[in-house]
T-cell receptor, first 111, second 114 residues
Framework: QKEVEQNSGPLSVPEGAIASLNCTYS??????FFWYRQYSGKSPELIMS????GDKEDGRFTAQLNKASQYVSLLIRDSQPSDSATYLC???????????FGTGTSLTVIP | DAGITQSPRHKVTETGTPVTLRCHQT?????MYWYRQDPGHGLRLIHY???????DKGEVSDGYSVSRSKTEDFLLTLESATSSQTSVYFC?????????????FGEGSWLTVV
């Protein structure tokens, strides 16, 4: 069974701070990794993806990937109250078309 | 917007009755998925389809069946609903992007079995 573990949270940060979300995965065949944001009562929406080791930046978001350690993270800089949501980590399996999700980390940004 | 429509969006049904959830997509995506989401378990794959009449089981397929007779429609059926199937059900599609295939979700169907 392919497992995805995320820090359980809930995570609270003050407005303007950096929020750090972590994820480890068991499937060494995973090649691409996705972060989704899910507001309460809504469907998950894609924030960003990463498939090469290192950092990838997109606006206030930075994804970090270390395949050797089977670790992926998401940093949110200058956190805003609108970032308050649950963040889901999703590796894409080695077959290329199956996606596995962690249970998510709940983030609250305090004004 | 990945052009995914789920119906019904909300449903209350009685234990033992059959229930069918419909996922409709307008952009000719080959891969379609059904997930359920429950507190403490996250999103779990029920079934997926890789083409018309081509489907396969996910990690929580017991009690569910699917059908895909047209590219645009992927149906999830609970043959005899149980209270343990009370959940939020998300349909999803995958499409090629710069990171390979990427998955996008519909708005969800909230099902309560009483």
């Amino acid at each position: 069974q392919k497992e995805v573990e995320q820090n359980s949270g809930p995570l609270s940060v003050p407005e303007g701070a950096i929020a750090s979300l972590n994820c480890t995965y068991s499937d060494r065949g995973s090649q691409s990794f996705f972060w989704y944001r899910q507001y309460s009562g809504k469907s998950p929406e894609l924030i960003m993806s990463i498939y090469s080791n290192g950092d990838k930046e997109d606006g206030r978001f930075t994804a970090q990937l270390n395949k050797a350690s089977q670790y992926v993270s998401l940093l949110i800089r200058d956190s805003q109250p609108s970032d308050s949501a649950t963040y889901l980590c999703a590796p894409r399996g080695g077959t290329g078309n199956q996606f596995y999700f962690g249970t998510g980390t709940s983030l609250t940004v305090i004004p | 917007d990945a052009g995914i429509t789920q119906s019904p969006r909300h449903k209350v049904t009685e234990t033992g009755t059959p229930v069918t959830l419909r996922c409709h997509q307008t952009e000719n995506h080959r891969y379609m998925y059904w997930y359920r989401q429950d507190p403490g378990h996250g999103l779990r794959l029920i079934h997926y389809s890789y083409g018309v009449k081509d489907t396969d089981k996910g990690e929580v397929s017991d009690g569910y069946s699917v059908s895909r007779s047209k590219t645009e429609d992927f149906l999830l059926t609970l043959e005899s609903a149980t209270s343990s199937q009370t959940s939020v059900y998300f349909c999803a599609i995958s499409e090629p992007t710069g990171a390979g295939n990427t998955i996008y979700f519909g708005e969800g169907s909230w099902l309560t079995v009483v």
